[in-house]
């Protein structure tokens, strides 16, 4: 992991972006990490499109600013791809982690030009099969941190199951359900990286 | 207990050293339930409605004793909290922009009458357009209401700086409100790492408050908020401000005593690589993290800039202020402002600023800047601009401008 670590996320309000980035500063932080998670808010309402960051990093972080050169980009919701340029700032090296039923190579048209790494994951179809519900960015969560690497397998699943053991401790009978999404969507991803890998290598 | 008290040896034992990750609306709310205040009367606002929602919780589950009033309106929170420090019980409240501004009335009476309550500020813009976001427009509105107001830069220092906030108010030489000021969503809903302190620890800085006069005395009855003629208000009003200039030493006592227990050293205010530096800038609350992250890439590049980063807005440390940026030598100062004036010169810490400047015979170029009002973004590359701008002013390549906004939209 280079020094510093940043992300942004972009979904839609009340699909848990902001959630999901504050969930990845509180395991990353339990890793031994500076962490930064915050939102920034728009019009205060369901639907609207809102931004999320993180910054993890090895040494104190003292900037408050946005992202606008991110490392990562994850998207919550792969409407907004029509409305809002996703990849804008995007470091080369980088990536951009999208919920979408769709292929890497069926979404990259909507990119507006980006050549970079895209991994796509079905993030509602995950939920809806372990939580019942769409809940898009528990599964996201874990699909940011395999792509990104901000910490390792082992210790991520450690953390999370901490976390939500503490987050839902009145109703712990929803803590299973996630870790499931979590699982799913990190299997998920492992796959599509060493699939990409693969090709890259036989190119 | 009184003042003196407090520095009991307990009081100055470190505190072990407790790594967490908060919010600053948490950090605030998790100072609070150290200190377990008497009352908290309270109205919820953006952003700072987290505050009150989180001190609820912790009386329902029976962790604090605060007696929680809702309130119909700011107006009225500040109306019962005026009431219940009268009546001798430690209060404390909280709120952002329109919320103050509702306050301003009680505000000043908190003030003249020597309650020292406690108000989180959340700062955010006022109206309008409306916005929640982040601005000092709500804080520096109520610079001239008689409160002591301290700013922070992140988390960490909203809860160090909320613990210090009593021990300053309720401190005899003192006995006046503090006004602990975050940024709104930037800070308040950021989740970052602090340090905290341990529970015992915090208990014991802050002390037992132990008023000398109060209005449920039958011993010593006193009258709070009486009429007074013109034969006395004045003297009234000379006392006050009396005990404002008497509250800059007791600000730096508690900073010293509170370093004992954390480790932490706070002052007026914080001088950042400023030693040998050509240009300075001077600004409050979140935005001089990124200028200090901002002057370590420049001082890389061979440019020496600086950072004063003002904590203590009220009482104004002129003198001390004016004498740092003496030391500093520096060619050109930066001011900047998270607040419009509409006075057509500049903002509140720009005016301030250059007049504690005169008055020491500081005679160095200064250009006011305004920026990230109701919320815009404040960047280390607005910082390389300013910087790049105030070596052209020391060159003698352009003039300074007096009054400048960064950030805008072309």
């Known amino acids: ?203 | 207990m009184n003042h003196f008290e407090r520095d009991s040896e307990t009081a100055v034992k470190k505190s072990r050293e407790i790594r967490d990750r908060m919010s600053g609306n948490e950090a605030v709310a998790h100072a609070i339930r150290q200190i377990d205040p008497d009352v908290m009367p309270a109205f919820p606002i953006t952003p700072s409605t987290e505050i009150p929602q989180m001190v609820s919780t912790f009386i329902a589950n029976g962790e604090i004793g605060t007696e929680f009033i809702p309130v119909e309106s700011e107006h009225s929170a500040m109306s019962a909290a005026i009431g219940a420090e009268a009546a001798g019980a430690r209060t404390i409240t909280a709120t952002s922009s329109a919320g103050l501004a509702l306050m301003w009335e009680e505000l000043l009476l908190a003030a003249s009458n020597r309650l020292p309550v406690v108000l989180a500020l959340v700062n955010r813009t006022l109206s309008g357009p409306i916005n929640i976001n982040c601005d000092h427009s709500d804080g520096m509105g109520a610079r001239d209401t008689g409160w002591i107001q301290i700013y922070a830069e992140n988390n960490q220092e909203a809860y160090d700086n909320y613990i210090q906030a009593f021990p300053i108010a309720e401190d005899p030489r003192v006995h006046l409100p503090v006004m602990i000021c975050q940024d709104g969503f930037i800070t308040s809903h950021a989740v970052e790492n602090i340090s905290l302190l341990e529970d015992e620890a915090v208990k014991a800085f802050v002390g037992q408050y132990d008023p000398e006069e109060f209005l449920l005395n039958p011993g010593k009855p006193v009258s709070v908020g009486p009429y007074a003629i013109s034969d006395y208000s004045m003297e009234a009003k000379k006392a006050q401000e009396d005990a404002m200039e008497r509250a800059g030493s007791v600000i730096l006592e508690t900073a010293d005593r509170f370093c004992r227990i954390s480790g932490r050293q706070y002052g007026f205010f914080e001088e950042y690589r400023t030693e040998d530096a050509d240009y300075v800038l001077l600004l409050m609350g979140s935005a001089a993290g990124t200028a200090k992250a901002a002057v370590d890439r420049l001082r890389e590049q061979g440019v020496r800039a600086g950072v004063i980063k003002l904590r203590v807005f009220r009482p104004f440390p002129a003198a001390e202020l004016a004498e740092a940026v003496r030391r500093t030598g520096c060619k050109a100062l930066a001011i900047l402002d998270r607040c419009e004036s509409y006075n057509g010169v500049g903002g509140p810490l720009g005016s301030e600023v250059t007049q504690a400047l005169y008055r020491a015979k500081v005679y160095t170029e200064t250009v006011n800047y305004i920026y990230g009002l109701a919320g815009r973004d404040f960047t280390v590359d607005h910082v390389f601009g300013i910087v790049d701008e105030l070596q052209a002013v020391a060159e003698g390549r352009c003039k300074a401008p007096d009054h400048k906004y960064i950030g805008l939209r072309s």
């Open chain 1, 1 to 203: 992991m280079r020094d510093t670590v940043e992300i942004r996320w972009h979904g839609r309000g009340g699909q848990g972006a902001k959630t999901a980035a504050l969930l990845l500063a509180d395991v990353a932080f339990q890793t031994g990490r500076y962490v930064q998670g915050f939102p920034e808010y728009g019009p205060e309402r369901m639907g609207a499109p809102i931004t999320a960051y993180n910054r993890i990093s090895r040494s104190a972080i003292r900037i408050h600013s946005n992202i606008y050169q991110p490392d990562y980009v994850a998207v919550v919701d792969e409407t907004l791809l029509h409305s809002v340029n996703v990849t804008d700032g995007l470091k080369p090296g980088g990536a951009v982690i999208i919920n979408t039923s769709k292929t890497t190579e069926e979404v990259r048209p909507l990119l507006k030009g980006y050549k970079g790494a895209v991994y796509t994951v079905n993030a509602r179809a995950i939920s809806e099969r372990t939580l019942g519900r769409n809940f898009p960015n528990t599964p996201m969560l874990a699909a940011v941190t395999a792509v990104t690497g901000v910490m390792d397998k082992e210790s991520f699943f450690r953390e999370i199951r901490a976390s939500f053991t503490h987050k839902f401790a009145r109703k712990p009978e929803v803590i299973e359900g996630n870790m499931k999404a979590l699982e799913a969507a990190y299997a998920a991803v492992e796959n599509e990286l060493e699939a990409q890998t693969c090709v890259r290598r036989s190119a």
